[in-house]
């Protein structure tokens, strides 16, 4: 399997070996050596929670910008996530924003919010689908489907195999413009996605499952931000008009899509402490009676995405008001000949996550695995079990752990280094 490309990177020059970002990671994926982090590759889900925390900016997330295009294309298509919408406080009109990304040097915008609504109507069929594995568990946020890769393998098969909106908005823009240009040539059209947090980058790099994604290149809210900022709200005319509805705008925000999929018994969660609560009780058996779970890494949902810019809830706020002149739906799969659970094959996937392979813990042999997985618990027991990350690592079992695998040594917990001292001192004065 390829390995798989990260969007969030560490400058060890700026890292002070702080600590913070040890404790907030949600897959036990950064250690401290040598003063300064160190990310394991294999266990980062590139969610942004570092490069939120991180205060000496020593986490960043990668993304491309407008220069790095390639001069090959000649149709540049702007996938605006609905989140942006937010950003700006003086923006009176989403089509006021379109104008401006075709200012910045894009031939076309097509909204993400206007798939969100045709993923919406898919997700209503599958649901009735007969036998399907419950409570079904949304792939949008690809943060929430690594992290099932990675701690909940268990729960893989519960994760909807549908595209994600950005994915279906990058088929379908491309698409569009073939139709419109007979002229262009697909190699000639790009898809640049205009996305909230690093995980979508990581997305647009290595697809989902087997399938390749699309989308060309992936530039942040926050890049886009600064070259708009101040420039809405002046009484000047635009031509652009929004072409999504309520329905896919809600997106943008916490329990957005599960509102589209008019069901009795569902969930919405968001930030990455509960979402890991929420899938801990999925797993435990504790939520039998749920249809669907919605599930985003960010706080309030990619409003909150590491590369946003504003506040999250007063992001959610100004998509309410552009909400107030927009109708429900504007985008239709238009399949009244079909089956009430009829789905069209290109807005489906295999199991996003059937072809990963977790990473091996220990060891590859079975009862090698079993020999250091008893060690390890043996050396945690005579840990101090506070978790107080002054090894380097995050908590006293990842540090037994990490003692097993030859990593680090019993001496560098400090607690019994401190406890093993004063017992010798204690000797002596005896």
């Known amino acids: 399997m390829a390995e798989f490309q990260h969007s969030v990177s560490l400058d060890a020059q700026k890292c002070i070996g702080c600590t913070s970002c040890l404790r907030q990671c949600p897959t036990e994926a950064i250690r401290v050596r040598d003063g300064h982090a160190v990310i394991r590759s294999e266990l980062c889900i ?23 295009i390639d001069p090959k294309y000649k149709w540049r298509i702007a996938l605006p996530a609905p989140a942006l919408y937010g950003q700006f406080d003086e923006l009176a009109d989403i089509g006021e924003l379109l104008q401006g990304l075709l200012e910045l040097g894009f031939d076309d915008v097509y909204e993400v919010a206007r798939s969100a609504e045709i993923i919406s109507e898919c ?18 946020c690809p943060a929430i489907v690594r992290l099932i890769r990675i701690r909940f393998p268990e729960l893989c098969d519960h994760v909807l195999p549908i595209l994600p ?37 990581s997305y647009a790099k290595n697809g989902l499952s087997q399938t390749k994604s699309s989308i060309d290149y992936v530039i942040s809210i926050s890049d886009v931000y600064k070259q708009l900022s101040g420039k809405f709200g002046k009484g000047r005319e635009f031509t652009m008009r929004s072409k999504a509805g309520i ?21 919405a969660a968001d930030d990455m402490d509960n979402a890991i609560q ?57 399949l009244e000949d079909k089956e009430p659970d009829y789905i069209p094959p290109d807005a489906m996937v295999d199991n996003p996550i059937k072809d990963y392979v977790p990473p091996e813990r220990f060891s590859e042999d079975r009862f090698e695995a079993m020999r250091m997985m008893a060690q390890m618990d043996e050396i945690y027991e005579r840990l101090p079990q506070i978790d107080c990350g002054s090894c380097g690592a995050p908590t006293c079992r990842t540090f037994a752990e990490d003692v097993v695998k030859g990593e680090c040594r019993m001496e560098d917990c400090i607690v019994l280094l401190k406890r093993h001292l004063q017992a010798q001192k204690e000797g002596a004065e005896k």
């Not at 939120?52 to 790095?68: E, G, I, N, T, Y």
């Not at 997700?123 to 949008?140: D, E, G, H, Q, W």
């Not at 705008?249 to 009795?264: F, I, N, R, T």
């Not at 008001?321 to 927009?326: D, M, T, V």
Request: proline content about 7%.
């Open 278 to 334: 929420v899938l801990d009780a999925i797993e435990n058996g504790k939520l039998p009676a749920l249809e669907f779970v919605e599930l985003n890494a960010c706080p309030g949902g990619c409003v909150g995405g590491a590369a946003t810019v504003e506040n999250p809830y007063i992001a959610r706020s100004r998509l309410l008001s552009f909400r107030r002149g927009l109708p429900n739906y504007r985008n239709y799969l238009h």
């Open 247 to 267: 329905a896919g705008v809600k997106w943008a925000s916490s329990g957005g899509e599960v509102e589209g999929l008019y069901l009795d018994r569902y969930l």
């Open 123 to 140: 997700t209503r069929r599958y649901m009735r689908k007969p036998n399907i594995l419950k409570p079904v568990i949304s792939s949008a």
């Open 165 to 201: 909106p950005v994915e279906y908005a990058s088929r379908a823009a491309k698409a569009s413009a073939l139709q419109k240009y007979p002229t262009l040539m697909p190699e000639e059209i790009c898809t640049v996605f205009i996305s909230p947090c690093p995980a979508k980058t």
């Open 46 to 68: 590139d969610c942004g929670r570092c490069v939120r925390v991180c205060q000496h900016k020593a986490k960043r997330a990668v993304f491309d910008s407008l220069s790095d």
